[in-house]
């Protein structure tokens, strides 16, 4: 098709209502304190930004249960932090939200605060934390599950780790060998559980369900997600 074909005019129109239909698509939002990572200090995190706190919740290797992680790093002059925030659910979809934020160290003692509320953090080695995020990201980009955007924007902050100089073994699925889905309080369960079906088929998963009436079906576990999506997330898009 050439510049001057008069359908091109369609097409770029069509093209912009697209553009535009994507853009009013939900993002998930973080409600956490701090603000937007400047570039210039992006292209120096390995370099001169040492890792500071790296913190996972306790129970991370519970089968099926969603693992909160906080990568931080900081500048040795200034003080000031800059953290990347992953929800890795283990059990099927992977890196399920995320971000990456510049706080003064006030503000990041307030955001670790608010997730100690929900969950008990504890200490862990970078390495880890990189091998946490990787592995659930393989495991359900097999399931046919992708990334959230947000949450691949905050990578740069895992620079430096070493997933594979890890040896601790990060739990998948149900521990028996199959995806676990517990479902969490914005998903899209019908279109994650027909991505199952496509990817391993009927019977080649677990899955617990809130009830449509809100309450769970699975007691404790549903909460659990339930609270770990909520300590820092506002808004969220389907999975999948």
């Given at each position: 098709?050439?510049?001057?074909?008069?359908?091109?005019?369609?097409?770029?129109?069509?093209?912009?209502?697209?553009?535009s239909?994507?853009?009013r698509?939900?993002?998930?939002?973080?409600?956490?304190?701090?603000?937007?990572?400047?570039?210039?200090?992006?292209?120096?995190?390995?370099?001169?930004?040492?890792?500071?706190?790296?913190?996972?919740?306790?129970?991370?290797?519970?089968?099926?249960?969603?693992?909160?992680?906080?990568?931080?790093?900081?500048?040795?002059?200034?003080?000031?932090?800059?953290?990347g925030i992953?929800?890795?659910?283990l059990?099927?979809?992977?890196?399920?939200?995320?971000?990456?934020?510049?706080?003064?160290?006030?503000?990041?003692g307030?955001?670790?605060?608010?997730?100690?509320?929900?969950?008990a953090?504890?200490?862990?080695?970078?390495d880890?934390?990189?091998?946490?995020?990787?592995?659930?990201?393989e495991?359900?980009?097999?399931?046919?599950?992708?990334?959230?955007?947000?949450?691949?924007?905050?990578?740069?902050?895992?620079?430096g780790?070493?997933?594979?100089?890890?040896?601790?073994?990060?739990?998948?699925?149900?521990?028996?060998?199959?995806?676990?889905y517990?479902?969490?309080?914005?998903?899209n369960?019908?279109?994650?559980?027909?991505?199952?079906?496509?990817?391993?088929?009927?019977?080649?998963?677990?899955?617990?369900?809130?009830?449509?009436?809100?309450?769970?079906?699975?007691?404790?576990?549903?909460?659990?997600h339930?609270?770990?999506?909520d300590?820092?997330?506002?808004?969220?898009?389907?999975?999948?």
């Amino acid at each position: 098709m050439s510049p001057g074909d008069p359908r091109m005019g369609k097409k770029r129109h069509s093209n912009t209502k697209k553009r535009s239909a994507r853009k009013r698509q939900p993002r998930r939002r973080h409600n956490a304190p701090g603000r937007r990572v400047p570039s210039s200090v992006l292209g120096r995190l390995q370099r001169q930004w040492p890792f500071h706190e790296v913190l996972v919740n306790e129970n991370w290797q519970s089968s099926g249960g969603l693992t909160q992680l906080v990568v931080s790093r900081r500048a040795e002059e200034s003080g000031d932090i800059v953290a990347g925030i992953f929800l890795v659910d283990l059990g099927c979809l992977g890196l399920k939200n995320g971000f990456l934020s510049f706080l003064d160290p006030g503000e990041f003692g307030q955001l670790v605060g608010g997730l100690r509320e929900t969950q008990a953090m504890v200490a862990c080695e970078p390495d880890l934390a990189a091998k946490i995020v990787l592995t659930g990201l393989e495991y359900a980009d097999n399931l046919g599950f992708k990334p959230h955007p947000d949450a691949v924007e905050a990578f740069p902050v895992l620079l430096g780790a070493d997933a594979s100089a890890c040896d601790k073994l990060v739990p998948l699925g149900d521990g028996k060998g199959k995806p676990l889905y517990i479902s969490g309080p914005h998903d899209n369960v019908k279109r994650v559980l027909a991505t199952l079906d496509r990817t391993v088929g009927p019977g080649g998963y677990e899955f617990i369900v809130a009830g449509t009436d809100g309450d769970a079906l699975s007691g404790k576990a549903i909460e659990d997600h339930d609270g770990f999506e909520d300590a820092c997330f506002e808004e969220t898009t389907d999975p999948g």
